[in-house]
Structures are given as structure tokens and as C-alpha cells.
């Protein structure tokens, strides 16, 4: 079956490669692009909500795997700060020399020390910025009320050392109708990049 992948923020259609070198068909995206049918749709982080958010709005899949994916931010103290923060990354990647930035977007807690080699070469500084402004989760509504509303079977994976994702995780899978849950060890938020050959071996098992 035939994977659409959706990469999430700085993220690139290369970054799934590895799922290929395993055996699996992969046709890798931007989440900005969704196909509005096809076979597994799987999200990462902001492709993930994305994602789920494009079923939301009918999408057609046999099934999906979301990826480190938040629900979105409820309480309206929260998403201000959300949003304050973001604008103050979204200025930022406008502004700041390219490495030292990385190092500082690496740096934070979320994903437990572990770094992905970004090129500026490979990016649009602008559409990082708007990314960052327009797809937050203090942009965007919360998932989690319209969670029930998604029939197909959900494979959500969060990594063990990423604790606020997999209290997310726990919530998203008792809120929707055909869903399971798979706790990846050894992996933070980058989960597919941290255990490579774990996650797709997972993945293979569908």
C-alpha cells in the first residue's frame, strides 16, 4: 500500500528516504499538499495535525498513523503564549544567521538532544515564518472535540522520552473510534529519525 507521508515544520519530502530503503512505497509531501484520497496518510508533527485535519475535512484514506502530533491548544491564556512564542521564531528564522539558529531550534527540549542537518539552501526563510504563524496550534482550532468524527484505524506514535506527546497520544487514542497506540523506546519527538529502523519495521507490520 502506498504511504503518503507528510513531513512537519522544516521538515523535507527526503527526510522519508529511509522508509523506501526499508521496502515501503512512499510518495513524501508537503503537508500543505494532501492528496484528497489514497492508502495510509502518515503526519509528522505538524504534518501530523495537518493531517488529521485534512480527514477532518474528508480526505479519503484507508487508514493513517499520526507522528508526534499535538491536539491543538484549548485554553485561550495558552494560545497566546503559543502564539507570542511563535512569533518570536517565525522573527527570528526572517532574521538570524542560519547555523547559529539551528543550533538554537535543536537546542530545545522537545526533541532530546538529537539534530537533523538542515541546509539553508534547502528552504524559503518567508514560507518557514508564515509556517510558523498561520499552522500553530494557536492559529488553528483544537483537534481534540472533532477527534470522534475520524472512523478509520489510527496508528498514533509518540517516543517514550517525550512525555507531553505521549500524555497528547493517550488522550487522542481514547478519543477516537478505531485507534492504537505505540510508544516507540529509545526516541524523543523525532521519533522516525531517532529509531529509524524500529519505525519502520512498525510500519511494515500494518
Do not use: K
Not at 136 to 142: D, G, K, R, T, V
Request: charged share 25%.
Amino acid at each position: 500500500m502506498m504511504i503518503t507521508a507528510l513531513h512537519g515544520f522544516l521538515g523535507l519530502p527526503s527526510d522519508w528516504d529511509f522508509l523506501r530503503a526499508a521496502g515501503l512505497e512512499v510518495d513524501s509531501r508537503n503537508p500543505g499538499h494532501i492528496p484528497p484520497r489514497g492508502d495510509i496518510l502518515l503526519g509528522y508533527s505538524m504534518g501530523g495535525r495537518l493531517g488529521l485535519r485534512a480527514l477532518l475535512d474528508g480526505a479519503r484514506y484507508t487508514r493513517g498513523v499520526i507522528v508526534s502530533a499535538g491536539l491543538g491548544i484549548e485554553v485561550e491564556e495558552e494560545r497566546v503564549a503559543r502564539r507570542t512564542a511563535d512569533e518570536s521564531w517565525a522573527s527570528r528564522f526572517e532574521t538570524e544567521e542560519w547555523s547559529g539558529l539551528m543550533r538554537s531550534w535543536d537546542a530545545q527540549p522537545i526533541f532530546g538532544g538529537h539534530r537533523m542537518v538542515r541546509r539553508e539552501s534547502d528552504f524559503d526563510r518567508a514560507t518557514l515564518a508564515d509556517d510558523l504563524r498561520r499552522q500553530s496550534p494557536a492559529a488553528l482550532e483544537p483537534l481534540a472535540p472533532r477527534l470522534h468524527e475520524i472512523a478509520i484505524p489510527i496508528l498514533w506514535i509518540v517516543g517514550e522520552r517525550d512525555p507531553r506527546y505521549v500524555a497528547q497520544a493517550r488522550r487522542a487514542v481514547a478519543l477516537l473510534p478505531d485507534a492504537e497506540l505505540w510508544i516507540c523506546p529509545g526516541a524523543a519527538h523525532r521519533v522516525p529519525w531517532e529509531q529509524p529502523e524500529l519505525f519502520a519495521a512498525r510500519l511494515l507490520a500494518i
